[in-house]
């Protein structure tokens, strides 16, 4: 029996999808809000140089009475190019000339300025307290701000890379249930950083472990899933990032200090590593009648050291040869979702519902209605063709552009909806389980991914030579990647391949004419 028959037979949309799906899509928030956190912890609040005048109490006593903040303001720092006081430079000493009414700019020059050598003083209005503030990465050292989202997304292509193969040879559950521990460890440890190359280095720790998270929740929920509801699964774990995002602006509304949001983004993952960990039984309600092999499921279950919230794909541990534990999870499984299964997974439905949220159903629909190829080609070309026209809108047509730019991050959403089923779809299961390369075939993807994410903000960086050439940058790549995304197959209503010979008869299949009105089923031996 094929394992897409035995799928059905014990509930491929059930109680047991949707409890695995919101178990795997609320660590997937979390991960999102930690992957932008630098937006906010990383934010550059208002500064100027730290001058004597004004903060000290000792040199502000022997400052004239009559004379306001803004007059020693005036005379300890220059004006800087916005017409405000510079951020990086002060007077030697006082320039009390320039109190006179008649002064002008000219009144001093740039040799009577120096760096800012007493540090800087940050406005505190709107973060009490940010990376930026912390280790003064202003001035000489505003690269390295964008420096660690960098590294950030290095510790992600490692991840990618490492955990790919990890997953395969340990089985997706245990290499994502030690992800969350590392991911609560080192973001834990992030907030209590003494220094900003010890801070990089845990956001980087950090971000090889949520590859492994990404990746490995991705795959299971694939493959607890029919080849029907592959759309409807992957559409709830894109979901995750869209609610992930509408968290982090929540929480950092009402934590406006570094450390704090840090922690309160790192500490869920603590439960979530208890929960994915700590075995428990399997109960459910039966009539009398069959009271006693609900028993026994239960007993098999605990016997075999279940985990309670999470299973391991039942599919890998086929394919791999563990066929006892995989009939124990399936048995688990069925004993989950019962006869009531359906009635109650339509209640899952709730998850679909914050800020770019008609993108994802609209990327459910058109997946469904128009196939995989022409949705993920389309999407990436419109998404660039819309970075590509805010280069030529003035930058007063404020709605124009903003319009542009959600229509973007709206194709750019569902591009990576149906990236992430595309890519389960194209490979097989031997090469997304027991592949003896380097890395999985998701694995490779997220590596192509995040080497992507790690160049975007250095991208940036050209705006330095003209304005324009990071949105033409930002705009060509999704144009030439929808255009390439025409070569390959479409996978749209095919059963998910589990040998590279099922590949090879989908395309046979498809290139014969007469055999399309006739559904075929092959059945493997387990």
Known sequence: MAFSELLDQVGSLGRFQGLQTVALVVPIMCLAAHS??????????SHRCWVPLLDNSTAQASAPEALGPEALLSVSIPPGPNH????????????????????????????ATEPCVDGWVYDQSTFTS?????????????????????????????????????SDRFGRRLVLTWNYLHMAVWGTATAFAPTF?????????????????????????????SEQTHTLAMTCNALGYSFGMVLLAVAAYGLRDWTLLQLALSVPFFLFFVYSWVPVGVTHAAPPCCRSQAKRIWLVTCRSKAWGWLAESARWLLITGRLEKGLRELQRVAAINGKRAVRDALTKEVLLGVLDIPAKIGSLMLLRCLGRRPVQAGSLVLAGLCILANVLVPLEMRYLRSSLAMLGIECIGIAFTCTTIYTGELFPTVLRSTC???????????????????????????STHHPSLPLLVYGAVPVLSGLTALLLPETRSLPLPDTIQDVQNQAVKKATPCTREHAVVKSTQL
Do not use: K
């Not at 932008?36 to 609040?45: I, R, Y």
């Not at 430079?89 to 009144?107: G, I, S």
């Not at 993807?445 to 250095?458: D, E, F, K, N, S």
């Open 130 to 166: 940010t990376i930026v503030a912390e280790w003064d990465l202003v001035c000489d050292s505003q690269a390295l701000r964008p420096m660690a989202q960098s590294i950030f997304l290095a510790g992600v292509l490692v991840g990618a890379a490492i955990f790919g193969r990890a």
């Open 84 to 111: 405000g006081p510079h951020q990086c430079r002060r007077f030697h000493h006082p320039q009390w000339q320039l109190l006179d009414p008649n002064a002008t700019a000219t009144n001093w020059s740039e040799a």
């Open 36 to 45: 932008l956190v630098e937006n906010f912890s990383g934010a550059v609040p």
């Open 436 to 462: 003896a390369n380097r890395m999985t075939a998701v694995g490779l993807g997220q590596v192509g991914a995040r080497g992507g994410a790690m160049l975007g903000p250095m991208v940036r960086l050209l």
């Open 197 to 225: 190359p010890v801070y990089c280095l845990f956001r980087f720790l950090l971000a090889v472990a949520s590859a492994g998270v990404m990746m490995n929740t991705a795959i299971l929920l694939m493959e607890w899933t």
